[in-house]
């Protein structure tokens, strides 16, 4: 039976899987490791194909007939519908100026972008990229690179203590994560759950801290009042590396452990064991998870873990969380965006810069130096975090016109309605476009708003290569499996059509996903 080796991209994990076909058809999705505690495979993964083969799957490139979300669609040839879309975002640019335009997107769904959209948009002149990892580590990468320069990835292989905030992976959700959290505490590695429930960790935790629902800041500012107050932190590394840990000290004896357990439910005495077991166990993770991500406060919460990270010296070292930067021998999809090619003039117009500038331009602009100095380039976009426009603002310009107006919208692998806060005015802002576009598998809310659904292929239908989202210096490949059905095509397809059609094609000389990987 034919197999092919694949990366499963049904969420950002992208795990490694063997994909059996018959009949140029997927009959099974397995692990490609099937030793117990190291297949890293989970139901989405295993389910995927059953979901490409749905009947009501987009196969062919649909226009809208009749009113927006009125449920009426002609079906379109390809070149067609690109020269259609293209002329209509001319009249757009031509307009309102490039910055009229916005796109939405998930790179972990469409895989073989590796910086095309934002390399066709630079070009152009928008500024106003967004994505759902405004919610979901986008947020966490950009806080933690304001910090230290870098988002930094936990060595499970190592580690002798895990700090779960409210995160609870699963043998078939988080599944690598999962085994590695297992394999870790076989080898003795201590286990801190912080979480209201009791999940399946926290029976499984050393300590278990069931802390109010987000109030992750408070119990780290605890932490650190017990970390200070009894010299637990890494002096060398505080000495040789960091700045302002006296206005660090002076916030933190803002709260006394009296007041943080008011703040988290969880008693004084149960906040310092904690503590006292992560600054000095270590080497010591606090692994990413959505969780710290979608709090009202969570900025602060992020800071403050990545301030724990640092001043315990559990900063790229072993068993700690490395900062991976750069593969000298591989070209890092930052690279391929060309931020450069944004005049300094459209990245001061990108959208929430002036009021929430963590995401944007303006708030990497103090990085730019120093990540030339030490990783030997000026951009470092980390899992597609940095560099891009605050979503409430775009929505905002797209509804109101405020501060200016962009009329036309791009959803690619992006279920927008339901990826960003707020969708009464994400509803308004998709009907007052003059151009909008989604390229999907199926008719989503999002979709059936649009002038156009152009049809995806999906991560068993394609060759792709994925380089960590620029968070790891690696890059794995994934094999094509089956054909895509329909004309469904890549993504990569979608953006050189229109480059083309722009007079950019030199730009994306090459003419198709594969050549492009084979080139670069």
Not at 276 to 285: E, I, K, M
Not at 420 to 425: D, G, I, S, T, V
Request: aromatic content about 10%; glycine content about 8%; proline content about 7%.
């Amino acid at each position: 039976m034919p197999e092919a080796r694949a990366l499963c991209s049904s969420c950002d994990i992208y795990c490694q899987v063997l994909v059996e076909t018959e009949g140029g058809q997927v009959t099974r999705v397995k692990a490609a490791d099937p030793r117990p505690g190291y297949a890293n495979i989970c139901m989405k993964g295993v389910h995927a194909p059953a979901g490409f083969v749905h009947p009501e799957r987009v196969l062919h490139p649909l226009r809208r007939k009749g009113p927006r979300g009125g449920g009426e669609w002609e079906r379109v040839g390809w070149d067609e519908a690109l020269d259609d879309i293209a002329e209509r975002l001319r009249r757009v640019v031509d307009r309102y100026g490039p910055e009229g335009f916005a796109v939405s997107t998930s790179s972990w769904n469409t895989q073989t972008d590796n910086g095309m959209c934002r390399r066709f948009m630079n070009l152009v002149g928008s500024p106003n990229w967004i994505s759902g990892v405004a919610l979901c580590a986008g947020n966490t990468a950009a806080v933690n690179r304001l910090v230290y320069g870098w988002f930094p990835y936990p060595d499970f292989t190592k580690t002798r203590c895990i700090v779960l905030f409210g995160h609870n992976p699963k043998p078939h959700s988080w599944t690598p994560e999962y085994n590695a959290i297992r394999r870790a505490q076989e080898r003795g590695a201590k286990l801190i759950v912080l979480d209201p429930r009791r999940s399946e960790n926290a029976e499984l935790a050393d300590i278990w801290l069931p802390l109010k629902v987000g109030t992750d800041a408070a119990m780290c500012l605890g932490w650190l009042r017990v970390i200070m107050d009894e010299g637990l932190w890494d002096r060398d590394f505080v000495e040789r590396w960091t700045a302002g840990f006296d206005e660090l000290r002076a916030r933190v004896d803002e709260f006394p452990l009296d007041r943080v357990a008011e703040i988290t439910g969880i008693a004084p005495d149960r906040i310092a064991e904690a503590a006292r077991l992560y600054a000095q166990s270590g080497p010591a993770v606090i692994p990413w998870s959505p969780i710290t991500d979608q709090q009202r406060n969570s900025t602060s919460a992020i800071r403050l873990q990545a301030i724990l990270r640092a001043i315990c010296g559990n900063l790229d070292v072993p068993g700690g969380e490395v900062l991976h930067g750069f593969h000298p021998r591989i070209v890092p999809e930052t690279d391929l965006e060309l931020h450069d090619a944004l005049p300094e003039v459209q990245k001061a117009k990108q959208l929430g810069a002036d009021t929430h500038p963590v995401f944007t331009y303006r708030g990497a602009a103090p990085l730019e130096e120093p990540t030339l100095r030490v990783w030997g380039r000026r951009y470092a976009n980390i899992v597609s975090g940095c560099y891009m426009a605050t979503p409430s603002a775009v929505f905002r310009a797209m509804a109101d016109g405020e501060p200016y107006p962009v009329k036309a919208f791009f959803a690619l692998g992006n279920n927008t309605l339901l990826s960003f806060a707020n969708m009464q005015l994400i509803h308004r802002a998709l009907l007052n476009q003059d151009l909008f576009v989604t390229f999907e598998h199926m008719k989503t809310p999002t979709a059936a708003l649009s002038d156009y659904i152009l049809p995806g292929d999906a991560w068993t239908e394609r060759n792709a290569l994925a380089d960590g989202f620029g968070w790891t210096a690696l890059c794995r490949s994934s094999q094509q499996a089956t054909e895509p059905p329909g004309e469904a095509r890549s993504v990569y397809d979608f953006w050189r059509g229109l480059a083309v059609r722009f007079g950019l094609g030199n730009h994306f000389p090459w003419e198709t996903a594969d050549e492009r990987a084979s080139g670069i």
